[in-house]
């Protein structure tokens, strides 16, 4: 398997607080992987370096066949390399409708022109209306999203990642705050898009993690302590040390 | 679910209809080509209202809809003011020097016509020679090509640095007050070239134009209302689509804006600059209808009279816009022209030229506490209940 993105010996420093320390990581394509640490370990740092909202002292973020690097694009162009990014809390363009929110995360030109220019072809509107329908929110297509619940706002951004068909997506902590029925058709939605592409998700629930059965990395004090099967990784002694002081 | 335009902006209609009717009855009642109800002076204080409201629509579009509090557009505003001002008094001044020369005994050089119009328009500022900004000013050709360029390069300049740094919020505001002030200053000093703090004067008459004020405030005022219109349809077809979208997202959730791959600065700079524009059209044609442009009609203040306006009128939506601004200074203009009467309370006699600021400022702090969508929000209230009676019928 190709690797897809390949991290290696970054660092970031926050007025002296290592943040993120000597990290090297990779993902292949069409790869699921949970990234799981305690608080602090660095795992949002990890999603902002990859994504170019922090940028690293050292190393190197390698991405794509063409291995180019991701170091010194700003956010918007890393998004459209195919970098898809969930935030903890939901965030959608609250004052408008799920349609509107779903059109403008489809995948089209990103310029300012062909934006004005855009007028929605019937084929946009049904990768719309099946997007929806993957999400489970076809019935709430016209209504404003700020009225939707905590979980369905939350699908609603996974749905708007999926329409910008990134290659990656990053996910962070997708079922904080959701009921047991939503968190497994939150499951069901991830498991089936890591189906095509690469999709790293960030949790601390074990119980989530345990039933995205995919391979896990630990990450502590910004560096990887384990990697491997969730199995694996539970058992390792470090990785007990680590949870266990908490 | 795709929507013709008109059908998403059922206001565009509307807002057409009632500026038709507006400009038309204020024809009929005009002392040019009406009856002659309304005096020349009113119909300028009209026109001119018009033109406020277009900068105001601008105003809407960068603060309203993209969330960038710019409290410097009355710059922009000024300097297109400045551009068509410079050629208009070029102009007569001109036709004036070769009136008065034509009767020489020598007929003037190009040479000694120039050094005379120079010495009308810089004697004032102790100089007579032209500086270098009026070199086209006797093309009105390239005059009005400037009323665009030079705001519009000078928000692209200032755009370009202040969001490339990501400048947001307050910082940003602080920065455009701080350009609107630092241009007022430059132009009030004798030496920038545009006649210090005596500003331009006499603009109100077009040069080769004999007909009456009675006409040509009537000319001007429908040009306004032209530029409003227009104005008013091009921000609603930029507010409806994917790209008001865009810049309403960007308003509410800059980062996700950014993550979905929208370059967000970018957007920023594409607004910023063309609400500059949109304000200078609106200043090239106000500064024709009020006769005289000074430095002091760009100071900071100004800036932040139309943010109240737009506060007031209700932000977000291009009616609100425009109803706050046609109705805070038709309103400012009253009060402050002396003809409100003197409220006398036996102690203390309220003189409304001096307290209508209080009066202002207080009702921007009680829309702001308790009506943050403004006027136009009674609007969407109508609206609303209007939408609901019919989905329950």
Request: hydrophobic share 50%; aromatic share 10%; proline share 3%.
């Amino acid at each position: 398997m190709s690797t897809l993105l390949e991290v290696s010996g970054v660092s970031v420093t926050f007025d002296g607080f290592r943040a993120i320390n000597n990290l090297s990581f990779q993902i292949g394509e069409a790869e699921m992987r949970a990234v799981i640490g305690p608080n602090g370990a660095g795992k949002t740092t990890f999603m902002d370096i990859v994504t170019g909202k922090t940028r690293p002292d050292e190393g190197r973020v390698i991405w794509g066949e063409k291995s180019i690097s991701l170091l010194g694009m700003n956010e918007a162009r890393i998004a459209q390399e195919g970098i898809g990014r969930k935030f903890q809390k939901p965030t959608v363009f609250e004052e408008q409708t799920v349609q509107e929110n779903l059109l403008m995360a489809l995948k089209k030109p990103r310029g300012w022109f062909a934006v004005l220019t855009y007028r929605p072809s019937d084929a946009d509107l049904a990768k719309v209306d099946d997007l929806a329908a993957q999400i489970g929110l076809t019935d709430q297509l016209t209504r404003t999203s700020g009225e939707l619940s905590h979980g369905q706002k939350q699908w609603l951004e996974i749905g708007m990642l999926l329409a910008q068909e990134p290659r990656l997506l990053l996910v962070d902590e997708p079922a904080a705050g959701m009921t047991p029925a939503e968190r497994e058709h939150t499951t069901d939605i991830l498991v089936e898009a890591a189906k095509t592409r690469a999709v790293v998700v960030v949790e601390h629930d074990m119980e989530f993690v345990r039933r995205l059965n995919c391979k896990v990395t630990v990450l502590h004090e910004g560096a990887v302590l384990a990697e491997g099967s969730l199995d694996h990784v539970t058992a390792d002694q470090n990785v007990i040390d680590v949870y266990l002081e908490r | 679910m795709q929507r013709s335009f008109i059908a998403k902006n059922p206001s565009v209609l509307i807002f057409l209809a009632i500026l038709a009717l507006f400009t038309l009855l204020v024809t009929v009642m005009s002392e040019g080509f009406g009856v002659g109800g309304i005096s020349t002076s009113f119909i300028k204080t009209l026109g001119k209202t018009l033109c406020l409201c277009l900068i105001a629509l601008a105003m809407d579009l960068i603060w309203g809809y993209t969330g960038i509090l710019s409290l410097g557009h009355f710059a922009f505003f000024g300097l297109g003011g400045y551009m068509i001002g410079m050629w208009l008094m070029y102009e007569r001044t001109r036709l004036i020097v070769v009136d008065s020369l034509a009767n020489a005994e020598i007929p003037p050089t190009d040479g000694e016509v120039i050094d005379a119009i120079g010495n009308q328009i810089f004697g004032v500022v102790g100089s007579s020679d032209f500086p270098l900004i009026w070199a086209f000013a006797d093309s009105l050709t390239i005059q009005l090509a400037l009323v665009l360029l030079v705001p519009g390069l000078l928000a692209l300049i200032f755009g370009w640095l202040a969001f490339r740094s990501r400048v947001t919020g307050v910082y940003l505001s602080i920065l455009t007050q701080a350009m609107t002030l630092a241009l007022a200053l430059y132009l009030f000093q004798n030496d920038s070239g545009l006649r210090g703090n005596n500003g331009l004067s006499g603009l109100q008459n077009l040069p080769g134009v004999t007909a009456s004020q009675d006409y040509v405030s009537l000319w001007f005022f429908w040009a306004s209302a032209a530029a409003l219109g227009a104005g008013y349809v091009l921000c609603a077809w930029l507010v409806s689509g994917k790209f008001g979208s865009v810049i309403r997202g960007i308003r509410d959730n800059e980062a996700r804006a950014r993550f979905l791959g929208y370059s967000v600065e970018t957007y920023k700079l594409v607004i910023f600059t063309l609400t500059a524009c949109i304000a200078a059209i609106a200043g090239a044609l106000y500064y024709p209808q009020a006769g005289i442009i000074n430095p002091a009609e760009i100071a900071p203040i100004a800036s932040i009279y139309l943010a109240v306006w737009v506060a007031i009128g209700g932000r977000g939506r291009l009616y609100g816009a425009v109803i706050g601004a046609a109705f805070v200074s038709l309103l400012s203009t009253w009060f402050t022209g002396g003809q409100a009467p003197d409220v006398n309370l036996g102690f203390y006699t309220i003189k409304w030229v001096d307290w209508w600021l209080v009066l202002l400022g207080l009702s921007f702090v009680l829309v702001t506490l308790f009506a943050p969508k403004g006027i136009g929000g009674l609007i969407d209230i109508l609206s609303d209940r209007r939408a609901a009676k019919e989905a329950s019928q």
